[in-house]
């Protein structure tokens, strides 16, 4: 009764997929959930509309996982976007891409594809165990022999183990690292877990001032001791500890990296990316010479967002009721380089559970690229968040996951039976 060919733990988008795959196989799987309710995360990804993967080619799609990335090769040429795409699309789910490459289910529903990998688990037999945390692998003479469980103090008996506990990002969604703990029980390391994507907290007031602004198609570049690291375009927010949104996700990681390492961090805000310091200069010193007679501050609410003026204001310690005629060179060569140079102080970063994604994690050494499986004990295999695996924003992260579940689902499955 409680013995099981293949035992997974976690069911998110890497457990539902590795379990299928496995039952798939014809093995008997049992698939344990901590919460009451399986894939609380991938219910919420893509704000609810579930940006499940990425039109990039390969090569590039390794890329946004950074040095990492050339992990995924192995388990990418057998199981990738246009595969997993297949996979949905044979059950009737249709897909739409974005200009940008991201690609969304066609209803903007995440409950489809969750809906849907549910009932193509319980339909290849796989048993489901919700409100079950795994707390414990049973490991006798460097043999796996099952797995314990804190909440139902029960023990279930397998010699297959599969991990896809996510990582320790958004715990209420039940990804609180506990993988971790499992896979250092087994001898595994753990690389350093921080987050990735993640909100920034910007020193002084000024984001507080600007709470709720937010700015499209700005450029932002990473200042570590004045050298510029990173740049990326995009929308970004301020918030009332800071500033946020998918362009400060995506610079996030290399900032938390440097912040990590004591150094200084500066954001320099590009508010007029479209324009050189020359076409600025220019197009400033005509606006102005046009409209003479107009209050310089009523000149600024035309060209910035009107949240923005008192802080431009402030921070140039320019006269708001001067005339623009009355505006002097030097006064507009401030107004020129803040326009193209509005530089914010990362105090830190948020905390790991806001993160989207978690860096770190299981170590890929130990990992076999092919199989997922642990190159210390045989029968254990882990697969999505919990590996030392995290990409920029994008439809990445999922792909991984439900790549390296697909991997160790057939792995696990084939081990048992051969
Ligand atoms: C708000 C948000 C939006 C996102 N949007 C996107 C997106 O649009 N596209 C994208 O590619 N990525 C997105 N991501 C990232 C993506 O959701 C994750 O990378 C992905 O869910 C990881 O899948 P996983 O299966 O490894 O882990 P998870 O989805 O985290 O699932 C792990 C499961 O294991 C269970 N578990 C944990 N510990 C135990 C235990 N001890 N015993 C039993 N069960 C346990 C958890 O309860 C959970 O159900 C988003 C993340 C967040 C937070």
């Given at each position: 009764?409680n013995k099981y060919?293949?035992i997974?733990?976690?069911?998110?988008?890497?457990?539902?997929?590795?379990?299928?795959?496995?039952?798939?196989?014809?093995?008997?799987?049992?698939?344990?959930?901590?919460?009451?309710?399986?894939?609380?995360?991938?219910?919420?990804?893509?704000?609810?509309?579930?940006?499940?993967?990425?039109?990039?080619?390969?090569?590039?799609?390794?890329?946004?996982?950074?040095?990492?990335?050339?992990?995924?090769?192995?388990?990418?040429?057998?199981?990738?976007?246009?595969?997993?795409?297949?996979?949905?699309?044979?059950?009737?789910?249709?897909?739409?891409?974005?200009?940008?490459?991201?690609?969304?289910?066609?209803?903007?529903?995440?409950?489809?594809?969750?809906?849907?990998?549910?009932?193509?688990?319980?339909?290849?037999?796989?048993?489901?165990?919700?409100?079950?945390?795994?707390?414990r692998l049973l490991i006798e003479?460097?043999?796996l022999t099952g797995i314990a469980?804190?909440?139902?103090?029960?023990i279930y008996y397998t010699e297959?183990i599969?991990?896809?506990?996510?990582?320790?990002?958004?715990?209420?969604?039940?990804?609180?690292?506990?993988?971790?703990?499992?896979?250092?029980?087994?001898?595994?390391?753990?690389?350093?877990?921080?987050?990735?994507?993640?909100?920034?907290?910007?020193?002084?007031?000024?984001?507080?001032?600007?709470?709720?602004?937010?700015?499209?198609?700005?450029?932002?570049?990473?200042?570590?001791?004045?050298?510029?690291?990173?740049?990326?375009?995009?929308?970004?927010?301020?918030?009332?500890?800071?500033?946020?949104?998918?362009?400060?996700?995506?610079?996030?990681?290399?900032?938390?990296?440097?912040?990590?390492?004591?150094?200084?961090?500066?954001?320099?805000?590009?508010?007029?990316?479209?324009?050189?310091?020359?076409?600025?200069?220019?197009?400033?010193?005509?606006?102005?010479?046009?409209?003479?007679?107009?209050?310089?501050?009523?000149?600024?609410?035309?060209?910035?967002?009107?949240?923005?003026?008192?802080?431009?204001?402030?921070?140039?310690?320019?006269?708001?009721?001067?005339?623009?005629?009355?505006?002097?060179?030097?006064?507009?060569?401030?107004?020129?380089?803040?326009?193209?140079?509005?530089?914010?102080?990362?105090?830190?970063?948020?905390?790991?559970?806001?993160?989207?994604?978690?860096?770190?994690?299981?170590?890929?050494?130990?990992?076999?690229?092919?199989?997922?499986?642990?190159?210390?004990?045989?029968?254990?295999?882990?697969?999505?968040?919990?590996?030392?695996?995290?990409?920029?924003?994008?439809?990445?992260?999922?792909?991984?996951?439900?790549?390296?579940?697909?991997?160790?689902?057939?792995?696990?499955?084939?081990?048992?039976?051969?």
């Amino acid at each position: 009764m409680n013995k099981y060919d293949v035992i997974v733990v976690g069911a998110g988008p890497a457990g539902l997929m590795a379990a299928g795959q496995a039952a798939e196989s014809g093995t008997k799987v049992l698939l344990l959930e901590k919460m009451d309710t399986p894939a609380n995360k991938l219910r919420i990804t893509g704000g609810g509309r579930c940006n499940i993967t990425n039109a990039a080619p390969i090569n590039e799609f390794i890329k946004s996982f950074g040095m990492n990335g050339r992990f995924l090769r192995p388990v990418f040429s057998r199981f990738f976007s246009t595969e997993l795409l297949q996979f949905f699309y044979n059950a009737g789910i249709r897909f739409v891409t974005e200009a940008d490459g991201k690609i969304f289910p066609e209803d903007d529903k995440a409950d489809t594809i969750v809906d849907f990998l549910l009932n193509w688990i319980r339909e290849r037999g796989v048993t489901l165990q919700t409100g079950f945390t795994v707390n414990r692998l049973l490991i006798e003479n460097g043999k796996l022999t099952g797995i314990a469980g804190s909440s139902s103090d029960k023990i279930y008996y397998t010699e297959n183990i599969i991990i896809t506990t996510g990582g320790a990002s958004y715990p209420g969604t039940g990804s609180s690292g506990d993988g971790y703990s499992l896979a250092k029980s087994a001898g595994h390391t753990i690389i350093n877990i921080r987050p990735s994507l993640i909100p920034l907290e910007i020193a002084g007031n000024i984001a507080q001032d600007l709470q709720g602004i937010s700015l499209s198609n700005v450029t932002v570049k990473v200042l570590v001791n004045g050298k510029n690291i990173t740049s990326r375009s995009g929308e970004m927010v301020f918030t009332h500890y800071g500033v946020s949104g998918p362009l400060i996700l995506l610079i996030s990681k290399i900032v938390v990296e440097h912040l990590l390492i004591k150094q200084k961090v500066f954001l320099s805000i590009d508010l007029k990316p479209e324009m050189d310091d020359k076409t600025l200069d220019a197009f400033l010193l005509s606006e102005i010479k046009t409209h003479g007679k107009k209050l310089f501050k009523t000149l600024l609410n035309e060209w910035l967002q009107k949240k923005l003026v008192p802080a431009c204001i402030n921070l140039l310690n320019i006269q708001p009721d001067k005339l623009c005629n009355q505006i002097n060179a030097e006064e507009r060569k401030k107004l020129r380089i803040w326009l193209k140079d509005f530089r914010l102080e990362v105090k830190n970063y948020r905390p790991l559970p806001e993160a989207i994604v978690t860096a770190g994690g299981v170590n890929l050494k130990e990992i076999d690229p092919n199989t997922m499986g642990s190159k210390l004990i045989k029968g254990l295999y882990f697969a999505g968040e919990v590996l030392d695996l995290d990409a920029d924003t994008g439809g990445y992260n999922l792909q991984a996951a439900f790549s390296t579940g697909w991997a160790a689902g057939k792995a696990a499955a084939a081990t048992f039976l051969h």
